[in-house]
């Protein structure tokens, strides 16, 4: 079935360190894939998205890229901040349904 | 001005008690959902209206009932409450039809814990 796997976290990083957190996925079809954030306390928050493969999402200097070929929406930021500080959920949806399925979450801390 | 707001954000109740979780959203979406988080992050759907019809009813015990009074709100009331309810709900809303991606917007959550 349709399914997206990410890493466990949780992930420390040091301020201006480089982030990846990997996300794959299994589906049927052509989904549109996410990248939500949440913020302690908080409900979740779109952070990007894409559509379509080679399709980049890109915000707050985040990025991930479709790549049909590999399955993969990895999420990507240069130089974290503490601000960054947060659980980052890689989700789909397909193409012609109107669930969305979330990976399982990704903490990550920022030390300064 | 609040997109996705649900109240309350704190519940906290005893077992066996009867309790309701009301949410509303003013984007003019179609469509509304309710999401549980247990305390690992774990995310799952539970129930999702279009248009105040049911169309996704995942695998939720009975004792959870949605309602939908309009498009606009989506209410979540449960019966006879036992400790595994504790949880964080969320509502969220999304656009739906093919010129959409129907990306979620997300309330902040009612933490209901079960004593």
């Known amino acids: 079935g349709n399914s997206v796997t990410q890493m466990e976290g949780p992930v420390t990083l040091s301020e201006e360190a480089f982030l990846t957190i990997n996300c794959t996925y299994t589906?049927?079809?052509?989904?549109?894939l996410f990248w939500y954030v949440q913020y302690p306390g908080e409900g979740l928050q779109l952070l990007l998205k894409?559509?379509?493969?080679?399709d980049k999402g890109s915000n707050k200097g985040f990025e991930a890229t479709y790549r049909k070929e590999t399955t993969s929406f990895h999420l990507e930021k240069g130089s974290v901040q503490v601000s960054d500080s947060a659980v980052y959920f890689c989700?789909?949806?397909?193409?012609?349904?109107?669930?969305?399925?979330f990976g399982s979450g990704t903490r990550l801390s920022i030390r300064p | 001005d609040t997109a996705v707001s649900q109240t309350p954000k704190y519940l906290v109740t005893q077992m066996g008690n009867d309790k309701s979780i009301k949410c509303e959203q003013n984007l003019g979406h179609d469509t509304m959902y309710w999401y549980k988080q247990d305390s690992k992050k774990f995310l799952k759907i539970m129930f999702s209206y279009n248009n105040k019809e049911l169309i996704i009813n995942e695998t939720v015990p009975n004792r959870f009932s949605p309602k939908s009074p309009d498009k606009a709100h989506l209410n979540l009331h449960i019966n006879s409450l036992e400790l595994g309810d504790s949880a964080v709900y969320f509502c969220?809303?999304?656009?739906?039809?093919?010129?959409?991606?129907?990306?979620?917007?997300f309330g902040e959550g009612s933490r209901l814990t079960v004593l």
């Open positions: 989700a789909l949806r397909y193409s012609s349904a109107s669930k969305i399925i």
């Open positions: 969220a809303s999304s656009q739906l039809g093919s010129a959409n991606t129907g990306e979620l917007f």
């Open positions: 894409a559509t379509k493969a080679d």
């Open positions: 589906a049927t079809g052509y989904p549109s």
